[in-house]
C-alpha cells in the first residue's frame, strides 16, 4: 500500500514537472494530445516503456527520468515507512514505552505528509532543472497545505520533551542505546516521545498563547508573516530610473491595477479572519499554525534577504524569486529552525551535483533550488542529530539573528570585494 502511494506520487510529480511550467510539455501520458495514446500508457511505471515509442516526437531518452521518478518515489516511500514508523514503534516497544493508538496516528500521518513533502520537493526539482524557475502552483499550494495540515495534526519535525524538566530535547530515535538513556517516567508513551516541534523552541514560547499575558506577540507575530507571505506573492516592479519618489508612487499603483492583487488581499483578508478567530478561542491547534506562520516568515524573509543583498552587491539578480517562495514552504513543513540549518547545507550539495551540473549541460547558469531541496531531504530525515549539534547556536535566542544579520553583512562586503576584482582585472560578469 505505501509503494503504491509513493508510486502514485511520482505519477503527479511527473505530471506537475511536464504541465505547471512556464512552458507546458506534452511528454506525459496525461497530458492532451493530437492524435490517439494507447490507454495502458496512463499505467504508472508499465506506460512508460510504452511511452519511449514517442522518442521521435521528444527526443531519445526522455521516458528515463520519469520511469526513474515514480519507481524511486515507490521505493523511498516505502523505506521511508519501514525507518520511521515500523522502526519507532519497534524501539518504543523494545525499551517498554507503550505505543497508543495515538502514537501510531501521529507516525502514520507524520510519514504521509513528509512523503507530500518530498513529492512536492522533486516536482519543483525537476522544473528548475528544465526552465530555471519554480511556478507558484508548487510552492504557494504546499505552503497553503502545510498551513492546513498544522491545524488538523501537529506535523512540525519532532523534538522529545524530558518529563522531569520540560525541557526539549532531540528525539533519541536512533539506536536503542540512546533511546535507553531518555528519562522514562511510569507514565510516559509514545505520546510523550513524538511531541512537535513549536517556533519557539527550544526556548518557551512565551507570549504566544491567549492565556499568556494575553497572547498579543502570537497574534500579532502570526499575522505580519501571513501578510509578509501575500505581500511576496504579489507582482511587484521597481523601477528606481526617475527618483525614489517616482518609482515609490509607480510602484503601489501598478500593484493595485494587477488582477493578482485582489486575489491575494482576499487570501489575506480571509486568513486574517481565521487567525484571529483560532487565536481568540483559545484552541490548542493556534500554537502549531502559528509555528507553521513563523516558519514561513522566518524561512521565506531570510531568502528574500539574501536575494536583496545579491542584487545589491552584484548588481544583477543573484537568485530567482522562486527561491524565495519555495524557501517559505520548507518553514511551512519543516519549521523555521531546520531551514537554516538546510540553507547552509545547500552549499556542500551543490558543489557535487552542481559540478555534475556544469559538465553534463555546459552551463554556468545553475539553479539553486534543486540543491535546496536535496538540503531540506538531508535535514529532514537527519534532523535529530542535526538539531543536537546547532541546540547551542538556538539557544542564544534572539542573538542567534544579530548573528545572521552579520554574516549577511559580510556576504555583502565578500561580494562587492568580489565584483571590484572582477571590474579591475577587466572580467565580464
Not at 154 to 163: K, M, N, Q, S, Y
Not at 166 to 191: C, E, Y
Request: some cysteine; proline content about 6%.
Amino acid at each position: 500500500m505505501i509503494a503504491l502511494l509513493g508510486i502514485i506520487l511520482g505519477v503527479c510529480v511527473n505530471y506537475i514537472a511536464s504541465s505547471w511550467g512556464w512552458e507546458p510539455r506534452k511528454d506525459n501520458p496525461w497530458n492532451r494530445v493530437d492524435y490517439c495514446r494507447p490507454w495502458w500508457y496512463k499505467i504508472p511505471v508499465v506506460g512508460w516503456f510504452g511511452m519511449r515509442k514517442e522518442a521521435d516526437r521528444f527526443g531519445r531518452g526522455f521516458w528515463i527520468r520519469p520511469l526513474l521518478t515514480e519507481v524511486g518515489m515507490g521505493i523511498f516511500a516505502v523505506w521511508f515507512f519501514v525507518s520511521e514508523v515500523a522502526g519507532t514503534v519497534m524501539l518504543l516497544e523494545w525499551n517498554g514505552i507503550p505505543v497508543t493508538d495515538a502514537t501510531e496516528v501521529t507516525l502514520w500521518v507524520r510519514v504521509i505528509f513528509q512523503t507530500i513533502f518530498v513529492a512536492l520537493m522533486v516536482a519543483a526539482t525537476w522544473i528548475d532543472f528544465d526552465e530555471k524557475t519554480i511556478p507558484d502552483g508548487i510552492t504557494v499550494s504546499g505552503t497553503l497545505f502545510a498551513l492546513v495540515m498544522s491545524f488538523l495534526f501537529p506535523l512540525t519535525i519532532g523534538v522529545a520533551e524530558d518529563a522531569q524538566t520540560g525541557k526539549l530535547i532531540p528525539i533519541a530515535i536512533q539506536s536503542p542505546t540512546q533511546l535507553l538513556d531518555f528519562p522514562i517516567s511510569p507514565i510516559m508513551t509514545g505520546d510523550d516521545i513524538l511531541v512537535p516541534m513549536n517556533g519557539a523552541s527550544p526556548c518557551p514560547p512565551v507570549g504566544v498563547r491567549r492565556s499568556e499575558n494575553d497572547g498579543i506577540f502570537g497574534l500579532v507575530s502570526a499575522l505580519v508573516c501571513w501578510w509578509g507571505w501575500c505581500f511576496a506573492l504579489m507582482e511587484r516592479h521597481w523601477r528606481p530610473r526617475h527618483g525614489f519618489r517616482r518609482a515609490w508612487v509607480i510602484f503601489w499603483e501598478r500593484l493595485a491595477r494587477t488582477p493578482s492583487t485582489r486575489r491575494l488581499w482576499n487570501l489575506g483578508k480571509w486568513g486574517t479572519l481565521a487567525l484571529v478567530m483560532l487565536w481568540a478561542t483559545g484552541w490548542s491547534q493556534w500554537l502549531t499554525v502559528w509555528s507553521t506562520l513563523i516558519g514561513i516568515g522566518v524561512a521565506g524573509g531570510f531568502m528574500w534577504l539574501i536575494r536583496l543583498a545579491g542584487k545589491f552587491a552584484m548588481d544583477r539578480e543573484a537568485m530567482g524569486f522562486g527561491d524565495v517562495t519555495l524557501m517559505a514552504m520548507f518553514g511551512a513543513f519543516l519549521g523555521w529552525q531546520p531551514c537554516l540549518v538546510l540553507f547552509f547545507i545547500a552549499p556542500f550539495a551543490g558543489l557535487v551535483i552542481g559540478l555534475i551540473y556544469v559538465i553534463v549541460f555546459r552551463d554556468t547558469e545553475i539553479p539553486f533550488g534543486p540543491f535546496l531541496c536535496a538540503a531540506a531531504l538531508i535535514t529532514m530525515l537527519n534532523w535529530p542529530i542535526l538539531w543536537a549539534l546547532t541546540l547551542p547556536l538556538f539557544n542564544l535566542g534572539t542573538l542567534l539573528f544579530t548573528f545572521g544579520l552579520g554574516l549577511l553583512l559580510l556576504m555583502v562586503i565578500l561580494l562587492c570585494l568580489i565584483q571590484w576584482v572582477k571590474k579591475l582585472l577587466g572580467v565580464e560578469y
